[in-house]
């Protein structure tokens, strides 16, 4: 069966440093692979997605960048992090186009 | 984009009631989701109905896609059934390289009161 893995769980950074999330799937293969985030309140909004290694989309403009060096491997980054990034990272994958899509279990990241 | 609401955005339960969520969304979709979010943040699947009708235990959806609304059942809820509950939709932007994305409403916060 499938699983995905994101770590850290929580982090807390200091305005202006680096950031890095990463997220791994297994048990499938060429998945599509997305970042989203989660303000306070409650809407989910679509960050990048990837349909394959080095292939990224940005749906928004930002402070962040995404990377896929491997198959199942998605990276978030910053280079220097800002207050407003604060919130709740999810990562996800999908089968393919209209596939189901499943999540992972969160990065909680506190920006002071 | 295509537009997804849901009501109620507050529902309170006592625990043994039973309740409807409602997702209207303003486009034809190729995909359809609802989640659970627990109280610790992980998204639950609930079901991928972009149409018809489904049951898991005391769930149960079903989405009408020509009228564009999905209603997700709630039967004798239980306090564990507290969360966040989301509605999701997919429309195939006619590409098939651009990837599939899911369009997120704001939720309905359940809480099942003991």
């Known amino acids: 069966s499938q699983t995905i893995h994101q770590w850290p769980a929580t982090l807390v950074q200091p305005v202006g440093s680096p950031l890095s999330l990463e997220c791994t799937v297994e048990?499938?293969?060429?998945?599509?692979l997305y970042w989203y985030r989660q303000a306070a309140g409650r809407g989910l909004q679509l960050l990048f997605y990837s349909i394959g290694i080095d292939q990224i989309s940005s749906e928004v403009p930002q402070n962040l960048s995404a990377s896929r060096p491997q198959d199942r491997q998605f990276i978030l980054s910053s280079k220097k992090l800002l207050l407003s990034d604060s919130g709740f990272y999810l990562c996800?994958?999908?089968?393919?186009?209209?596939?189901?899509?499943?999540f992972g279990p969160g990065t909680r990241l506190t920006v002071l | 984009g295509i537009q997804v609401e849901q009501s109620p955005p507050d529902l309170i339960l006592q625990e043994g009631a039973n309740s409807t969520l409602r997702c209207n969304f303003s486009d034809s979709v190729n995909n359809l989701q609802w989640f659970h979010q627990n109280p610790w943040g992980q998204l639950i699947n609930l079901f991928y109905i972009p149409s018809g009708t489904k049951q898991n235990g005391r769930l149960s959806a079903t989405t009408v896609a020509t009228e564009r609304y999905s209603l997700l059942y709630i039967s004798s809820s239980q306090t564990t059934d507290s969360g966040v509950y989301f509605c999701a939709v997919e429309r195939f932007p006619g590409e098939e390289t651009s990837g599939s994305r899911l369009t997120f409403g704001e939720g309905t916060q359940l809480t099942v009161n003991p």
């Open positions: 996800a994958w999908a089968g393919g186009l209209g596939a189901e899509q499943f």
């Open positions: 048990g499938t293969s060429n998945p599509n």
